[in-house]
C-alpha cells in the first residue's frame, strides 16, 4: 500500500485534480491499469514491459534457412509465354527440390501461368526480378479440395492459390509479382457486392447454401467431411495460407489482385512477413490474416487493400470457441498502411482470443484509410481481447476514427448472442494525427462488460469533428494528450 499511495500522490502531482475528475476515482484507474502478460512472460515486471515482451518476441523470431541447392521450374517444362499452364513444372520441381531434402525453387523473370502451388517442408519458393506468377481464374483448377478455412470457419474448399499444410521450414521470397488476377470479371463477383460485378440474379457467397449453410456447421460443430463446397458454393480461395505450418517466411514480393484474404497464417507459428507490398482492392481483401497463429512478426510492408490492412482473427462464434487456439505474440512493425476498412484491426473472428498485439513505428494515411487501430467484436463472437500496445504512429488522415472499439459490430445478419466480450488493456502512446476524421476516439462497450484499461499518452489529435465518444469504458487514462488542441480535461 505504500508504494501504491506514492504512486498516487506523483500521479496526481502531474495531471493534477482537474484530470483527476474526468479520469474517474484514481485508486482505481491505478489498479486497473496493470499490465497483464502470458505465463512465459510473467517474470517481466518493469513499467515498460508490454515493449519488452516485444522486444522478446521479435529477437525469438530468426528467418528459416535452407540447402544451398537450386531448382529452376523452367528445367521441368514451365513456358514464360503468360498462357501456358504450369502447375505440372511447379509440382514436379517442388518435389524434386523436397525428395534432395530441400532447397530454393526459382521462377526467372518471365510471365508464368499456373494453377494453385502446394508448398511443402524445406522449400523457399523464390520469385527472381522480372518474374510474375499469373494464377488461373478457372474454378476447376482449384481442385482437389484442400482443409482450408473461410471467415473463421474451417470447410472443404478451393485450394488457396499457394498453399502448405502441416509443413515446417518453407518460404516464397525475392522480388517478383505474384498475380492473382482476380476482378469484377471472376472471383469478386460471389461477394454479392454491386461494385465488384454482381447484378441481381447472379449466384453469390451469400445464397442459402453456401456462408450461410457453412456457418451453421461451424456453430454447430459438424465434422470436417461434411463441410465440402468448392463449385457452386460461391467461397473464393486465399491467396497465401501456410495452415498448421511452422517457421514461415514471405519476403519481398508484391502482391496483386487477391480473390479474397490475402496472406492467412492459420494454426500456425513463428511467422515473418517482410518487405512485402500488397495492393489488391478487392472484396474482403485484407491484407494479412493471422488466425489462431502465435509469434509472428510483420515488418516493413505496404498495404494498400479493399478491407483491413491487417486483420487479426480466432476464430467465429462456436467454431472459434471449441478450437479455443488463441492469437498471440503478433508484431507490426515498420509498416505503411495507405487504403483499408483499418490500419491494424482485431476481428471480427476473434472468438477463441487475441493478446499481446504490438504496433511499432507505422505510418497511415488515406482519404479512404478509414481508421487506424480497430477492435470489432459483438455478443456471438465472445472472446477476449487482452493486450494491444500502439507507439510511434504517424497518421495523415483516416476516414472515420484514430482508435474505434466497437463491441456491438454487426454484418450480414442478426449478431446478438449470449457469449458477452471483454476488451482491455489497450495502449496508444506517442501517436501523432493529422486528421483523425469523424472522432478521435469511438468506443462503445457493454454495461455488464465495459471496455476496461484505455490509456492514450503523448497524443496528439489535430483534428476531429468530434473528440470523444464513448460508452460503458471503465479505467480511461489520458496523458498529455490533445485533441482539436485542446488537453483532453478541458474538452466538454
Same mark, same amino acid.
Given at each position: ?174 522480388? *517478383? ?15 454479392? *457486392? ?23 456447421? *461451424? ?120 487504403? *483499408? ?152
Amino acid at each position: 500500500m505504500k508504494n501504491i499511495k506514492k504512486a498516487v500522490r506523483v500521479f496526481n502531482k502531474q495531471i493534477g485534480l482537474k484530470r483527476l475528475v474526468y479520469l474517474m476515482a484514481l485508486p482505481v484507474v491505478f489498479i486497473a491499469c496493470k499490465i497483464e502478460v502470458s505465463e512465459e512472460v510473467a517474470n517481466v515486471t518493469d513499467k515498460n514491459s508490454p515493449w519488452q515482451l516485444m522486444r522478446q518476441i521479435v529477437d525469438n523470431l530468426k528467418e528459416p534457412t535452407f540447402q544451398d541447392i537450386s531448382y529452376n521450374i523452367v528445367d521441368f517444362g514451365a513456358i514464360a509465354d503468360g498462357v501456358t499452364n504450369n502447375s505440372d513444372a511447379f509440382s514436379k520441381a517442388i518435389e524434386k527440390c523436397y525428395e534432395m531434402g530441400g532447397g530454393k525453387v526459382i521462377v526467372p523473370s518471365g510471365k508464368f501461368y499456373t494453377g494453385p502451388i502446394h508448398l511443402k517442408s524445406n522449400i523457399n519458393l523464390f520469385l527472381e526480378k522480372g518474374s510474375v506468377i499469373v494464377f488461373s481464374t478457372n474454378p476447376s483448377d482449384y481442385y482437389p479440395l484442400v482443409h482450408t478455412s473461410y471467415e473463421g470457419m474451417e470447410l472443404m474448399n478451393y485450394s488457396p492459390l499457394i498453399y502448405a499444410y502441416q509443413a515446417n521450414n518453407i518460404a516464397v521470397t525475392g522480388d *517478383g509479382v505474384l498475380n492473382g488476377q482476380a476482378s469484377n470479371e471472376n472471383w469478386w463477383p460471389w461477394s454479392m *457486392g454491386n461494385k465488384y460485378g454482381w447484378k441481381e440474379g447472379m449466384p453469390s457467397q451469400r445464397d442459402s447454401l453456401n456462408l450461410p449453410r457453412l456457418m451453421k456447421f *461451424g456453430e454447430n460443430g459438424s465434422p470436417l467431411n461434411k463441410r465440402v463446397f468448392g463449385d457452386n458454393h460461391y467461397l473464393r480461395p486465399t491467396f497465401i495460407e501456410p495452415f498448421n505450418c511452422s517457421n514461415v517466411l514471405i519476403k519481398g514480393v508484391k502482391i496483386i489482385n487477391a480473390p479474397f484474404w490475402v496472406i492467412h497464417p492459420i494454426k500456425s507459428k513463428n511467422v515473418i512477413v517482410d518487405g512485402v507490398t500488397i495492393d489488391s482492392h478487392g472484396p474482403n481483401n485484407d491484407g494479412c490474416n493471422p488466425e489462431y497463429s502465435k509469434n509472428i512478426l510483420i515488418k516493413n510492408c505496404t498495404f494498400n487493400t479493399g478491407d483491413d490492412c491487417i486483420a487479426i482473427k480466432a476464430g467465429r462464434d462456436g467454431e472459434g470457441r471449441r478450437v479455443a487456439i488463441k492469437s498471440e505474440n503478433i508484431v507490426v512493425q515498420n509498416c505503411k498502411m495507405i487504403d *483499408g476498412h483499418g490500419g491494424v484491426v482485431i476481428g471480427s473472428e476473434m472468438s477463441a482470443g487475441v493478446s499481446n498485439v504490438f504496433v511499432d513505428n507505422c505510418t497511415m494515411d488515406s482519404p479512404n484509410l478509414d481508421r487506424a487501430i480497430r477492435i470489432k467484436t459483438n455478443s456471438r463472437r465472445g472472446g477476449t481481447v487482452d493486450g494491444v500496445y500502439v507507439r510511434n504512429i504517424e497518421v495523415g488522415q483516416v476516414k472515420e476514427a484514430v482508435l474505434k472499439i466497437n463491441m456491438f459490430y454487426g454484418i450480414y445478419s442478426n449478431q446478438t448472442g449470449t457469449f458477452i466480450p471483454e476488451v482491455r488493456n489497450i495502449l496508444l502512446e506517442n501517436i501523432n494525427v493529422k486528421n483523425g476524421g469523424e472522432f478521435g476516439i469511438l468506443a462503445r462497450g457493454y454495461v455488464e462488460s465495459p471496455i476496461q484499461n484505455v490509456t492514450l499518452k503523448n497524443v496528439v489529435i489535430a483534428k476531429a469533428k468530434k473528440e470523444i465518444s464513448i460508452e460503458n469504458v471503465a479505467n480511461i487514462k489520458l496523458v498529455n494528450t490533445k485533441i482539436n488542441g485542446l488537453p483532453v480535461e478541458e474538452i466538454k
